[in-house]
């Protein structure tokens, strides 16, 4: 199955250190997006590329944030000096056009 | 602002019974209109969606959606629950801009029960 692919499943650090996810979409899939879940809460929008270009980011993504999709393929989210805040699922979801995301199955950030 | 509103957190239904999810919205300008469900541990998966045409969507599962302007509404519905639908569903509108950028609601949480 070559869904979306998202890496590392689980991560807990201590606040103040920097975490990076990575995302591998489906390989013809031009459109990538990162979303973030808390418990209780449907998914928010954080930013989306086409192909490597970031075409907007939320305004939820703090300066602490970034995001790279550097050759147009798979994608990095990382989050420096973290914050208690920022524990929540990172969802990365891709799609060749408008319409359906497919998601993968997410990345939980636990800030200790 | 677009928006999205799901007014049940819980639906309980019993196994061979009709279910339904309620969701309205608020968008400017014609809606795209989704569904999603999300089991334990699993990365959410697409339903159905309206985009145009007929107000009645069918998706997978046997699960359907009724786009109903008027009222502004988007209820998923299925004839015949079964236990293996109990999971979290949810509700979500395109921005309009067409981007995939959607706006979720807060979800459902469906227990069918034998």
């Known amino acids: 199955d070559t869904g979306v692919s998202q890496d590392p499943r689980h991560k807990i650090t201590k606040r103040g250190q920097n975490v990076t996810f990575r995302c591998d979409p489906i390989s013809e899939h031009n459109r990538l997006y990162w979303y973030r879940q808390t418990l209780g809460q449907g998914p928010e929008f954080l930013t989306y590329f086409q192909n490597e270009a970031q075409l907007e980011k939320s305004r939820l993504l703090s300066d602490r944030f970034s995001a790279e999709r550097p050759k147009g393929s798979f994608s990095t989210l990382e989050i420096q000096r973290t914050e208690q805040g920022d524990s929540a699922m990172y969802l990365c979801a891709s799609s060749s056009g408008p319409g359906e995301l497919f998601f993968g199955e997410g990345s939980r950030l636990t800030v200790l | 602002a677009q928006s999205v509103a799901q007014p049940e957190d819980q639906v309980n239904v019993a196994e061979g019974n009709p279910l339904t999810v309620k969701c309205t919205y608020s968008v400017s300008g014609n809606p795209y209109l989704f569904w999603y469900v999300q089991y334990p541990n699993r990365g959410l998966q697409f339903l159905l969606k309206?985009?145009?045409?007929?107000?009645l969507v069918k998706g997978s599962y046997g699960f359907e959606a009724e786009f109903n302007k008027s009222q502004t509404s988007f209820h998923l519905k299925k004839p015949s629950a079964l236990v293996s639908d109990s999971a979290l569903y949810f509700c979500?509108?395109?921005?309009?801009?067409?981007?995939?950028?959607?706006?979720f609601g807060q979800g459902t949480t469906l227990q069918v029960k034998p």
């Open positions: 979500a509108v395109d921005d309009s801009s067409n981007t995939g950028k959607l706006i």
């Open positions: 309206y985009i145009t045409g007929d107000n």
